[in-house]
């Protein structure tokens, strides 16, 4: 029988919302299938309205040091209930342009339910059977909840709620020191909460360098945030109302135990897929450990099924999702097989100051053996970082011996915009030199990737022998 669609995508997040919306616009009859709301983690829990309270965070922080800049600084008093419905406002007000109705205007079949494969080739939703010529798995993912004795027994806040807080937060706990961990425990802290983050890494962000994570730590320890690395948390249990309403027992790694209290709980410690009750197993698609096996170019083992998203694993962030949306779609709609995603992938913590890297670190070219070099420059060095007094962090280049661009770190203000740049680079397969000779407009904060490329250039301009015949063209004497 012919299949009823041409696409049916499971789950309406970015990567869904993507491949549902291209789909159409490429004339495929397309369905899309999701249990709640149409947004997912992104607009709902994640970016949207993180960044939207990160960014009330800020003005807070900068009303308070605003004699930094020569004015007298105020105390914004900060009400985290009226921060958190402008959060919430943001987010509708975003939601609008995900509406079943909008998607419905381009041709989409929006269906709400829970549902199952029943084969290889079939789909059940609320009873009604989906057939297609390719089915795109864009479930995403979930927090982990690790298991802590006791953690059953205290309520406690992941990302998913922590957004419907309209209550003070005193006394906030973070389990886990990375990425989310980082962003709610600088924004809490702002919004004028007391704020621990707990981890059993030895130190904060542990997938980026430690010299480019060293300076976010010292700006968040800076402001007030604790930190209690390299320890375990041997259970939890209910505080009394005077103490808090959580409390936690920490061992260290020599066997001290030490005590704390709380108001407040976030789970902040990683992510798992979510592929429970989708019936993979019927559809012939292989889980190992929780994780679907999907080849390179993101098919299962059924080559109906494609995943994108949190679920493909390596790269869980918004913009990989709608990038990999597009590679379903040129393999299974425009038929273009030989597609693959991109392995050059940008990713960035957006504390203040942002972390964002992209290709190898300094650590993976060690790590691997890879013949390397690595130039830095400093915000300090910047004039347009000096101008807005912001001077934190550096950026950092890492290249082969011939001056290909590997991988690149920038730490410091809107290292998230300025890390586009290296992306370009890294994925065209330019030198560092191509950086250093493109021309940066003045005065701007990109030029501190230029002057870490311009480092470059200086070492072989710094070598005796070779500075002479650059820059005048000598010839050795005979």
Same mark, same amino acid.
């Given at each position: 029988?012919?299949?009823?669609?041409?696409?049916?995508?499971?789950?309406?997040?970015?990567?869904?919302?993507?491949?549902?919306?291209?789909?159409?616009?490429?004339?495929?009859?397309?369905?899309?299938?999701?249990?709640?709301?149409?947004?997912?983690?992104?607009?709902?829990?994640?970016?949207?309205p993180s960044k939207t309270l990160r960014k009330s965070a800020l003005v807070a922080h900068t009303m308070r040091h605003a004699d930094r800049f020569a004015l007298t600084p105020a105390d914004p008093k900060p009400d985290l209930a009226r921060v958190m419905e402008r959060v919430a406002s943001?987010?509708?007000?975003?939601?609008?342009?995900?509406?079943?109705?909008?998607?419905?205007?381009?041709?989409?079949?929006?269906?709400?339910?829970?549902?199952?494969?029943?084969?290889?080739?079939?789909?059940?939703?609320?009873?009604?059977?989906?057939?297609?010529?390719?089915?795109?798995?864009?479930?995403?993912?979930?927090?982990?909840?690790?298991?802590?004795?006791?953690?059953?027994?205290?309520?406690?806040?992941?990302?998913?709620?922590?957004?419907?807080?309209?209550?003070p937060v005193p006394r906030l706990i973070i389990i886990g020191a990375g990425p989310v961990g980082c962003e709610m425990a600088q924004a809490f802290r702002r919004l004028g909460s007391d704020v621990l983050v707990v981890d059993m890494a030895n130190r904060i962000l542990p997938r980026e360098?430690?010299?480019?994570?060293?300076?976010?730590?010292?700006?968040?320890?800076?402001?007030?945030?604790?930190?209690?690395?390299?320890?375990?948390?041997?259970?939890?249990?209910?505080?009394?109302?005077?103490?808090?309403?959580?409390?936690?027992?920490?061992?260290?790694?020599?066997?001290?135990?030490?005590?704390?209290?709380?108001?407040?709980?976030?789970?902040?410690?990683?992510?798992?897929?979510?592929?429970? #009750?989708?019936? &993979?197993? %019927? !559809?012939? =698609?292989?889980? +190992?450990? /929780?994780?679907? @096996?999907?080849?390179? $170019? *993101?098919?299962?083992?059924?080559?109906?099924?494609?995943?994108?998203?949190?679920?493909?694993?390596?790269?869980?962030?918004?913009?990989?999702?709608?990038?990999?949306?597009?590679?379903?779609?040129?393999?299974?709609?425009?038929?273009?097989?030989?597609?693959?995603?991109?392995?050059?992938?940008?990713?960035?913590?957006?504390?203040?100051?942002?972390?964002?890297?992209?290709?190898?670190?300094?650590?993976?070219?060690?790590?691997?053996?890879?013949?390397?070099?690595?130039?830095?420059?400093?915000?300090?060095?910047?004039?347009?970082?000096?101008?807005?007094?912001?001077?934190?962090?550096?950026?950092?280049?890492?290249?082969?011996?011939? #001056?290909?661009? &590997?991988? %690149? !770190?920038? =730490?410091?203000? +809107?290292? /998230?915009?300025? @890390?586009?740049?290296? $992306? *370009?680079?890294?994925?065209?397969?330019?030198?560092?030199?191509?950086?250093?000779?493109?021309?940066?407009?003045?005065?701007?904060?990109?030029?501190?990737?230029?002057?870490?490329?311009?480092?470059?250039?200086?070492?072989?301009?710094?070598?005796?022998?070779?500075?002479?015949?650059?820059?005048?063209?000598?010839?050795?004497?005979?």
């Amino acid at each position: 029988m012919k299949p009823e669609f041409d696409l049916a995508v499971i789950g309406a997040g970015a990567g869904g919302l993507a491949a549902a919306a291209g789909g159409a616009n490429l004339g495929a009859k397309v369905a899309l299938i999701e249990r709640n709301r149409l947004g997912g983690q992104c607009l709902w829990h994640g970016c949207v309205p993180s960044k939207t309270l990160r960014k009330s965070a800020l003005v807070a922080h900068t009303m308070r040091h605003a004699d930094r800049f020569a004015l007298t600084p105020a105390d914004p008093k900060p009400d985290l209930a009226r921060v958190m419905e402008r959060v919430a406002s943001v987010v509708a007000s975003i939601a609008l342009e995900d509406s079943p109705e909008h998607f419905r205007t381009l041709g989409v079949d929006v269906i709400h339910g829970s549902g199952r494969f029943l084969s290889p080739t079939e789909f059940d939703v609320n009873g009604r059977t989906i057939t297609a010529r390719h089915f795109v798995l864009a479930t995403g993912s979930r927090p982990a909840i690790p298991p802590i004795a006791g953690l059953s027994h205290v309520p406690y806040l992941t990302n998913q709620t922590v957004f419907d807080l309209r209550e003070p937060v005193p006394r906030l706990i973070i389990i886990g020191a990375g990425p989310v961990g980082c962003e709610m425990a600088q924004a809490f802290r702002r919004l004028g909460s007391d704020v621990l983050v707990v981890d059993m890494a030895n130190r904060i962000l542990p997938r980026e360098d430690a010299d480019v994570a060293a300076v976010v730590q010292r700006q968040l320890e800076a402001e007030g945030v604790r930190y209690r690395l390299g320890i375990t948390v041997g259970g939890v249990t209910p505080g009394d109302p005077h103490a808090g309403r959580v409390r936690m027992t920490l061992r260290t790694a020599n066997g001290a135990v030490e005590q704390l209290a709380a108001t407040h709980l976030m789970l902040a410690a990683g992510r798992i897929p979510n592929v429970e #009750g989708l019936g &993979l197993d %019927a !559809a012939g =698609v292989h889980v +190992d450990n /929780g994780n679907v @096996i999907v080849d390179d $170019v *993101l098919t299962t083992t059924n080559p109906r099924i494609h995943v994108i998203g949190d679920v493909a694993g390596k790269f869980p962030f918004t913009h990989m999702a709608e990038h990999q949306a597009g590679v379903v779609l040129s393999q299974t709609i425009l038929g273009k097989s030989w597609t693959k995603p991109s392995l050059v992938v940008p990713w960035c913590t957006y504390t203040d100051p942002e972390l964002a890297r992209v290709g190898l670190s300094e650590t993976d070219a060690r790590r691997h053996g890879l013949e390397h070099c690595v130039y830095r420059y400093p915000f300090l060095d910047v004039d347009r970082a000096r101008a807005e007094g912001e001077t934190e962090g550096f950026a950092k280049l890492v290249s082969d011996k011939r #001056g290909h661009l &590997l991988g %690149a !770190a920038i =730490v410091g203000a +809107d290292a /998230g915009e300025l @890390i586009a740049e290296c $992306v *370009l680079a890294i994925d065209k397969g330019l030198k560092v030199d191509d950086i250093s000779s493109a021309i940066h407009a003045y005065p701007t904060r990109s030029q501190v990737a230029r002057r870490a490329a311009d480092e470059r250039r200086n070492e072989a301009m710094r070598s005796p022998h070779r500075r002479g015949r650059r820059l005048f063209g000598l010839r050795r004497a005979a």
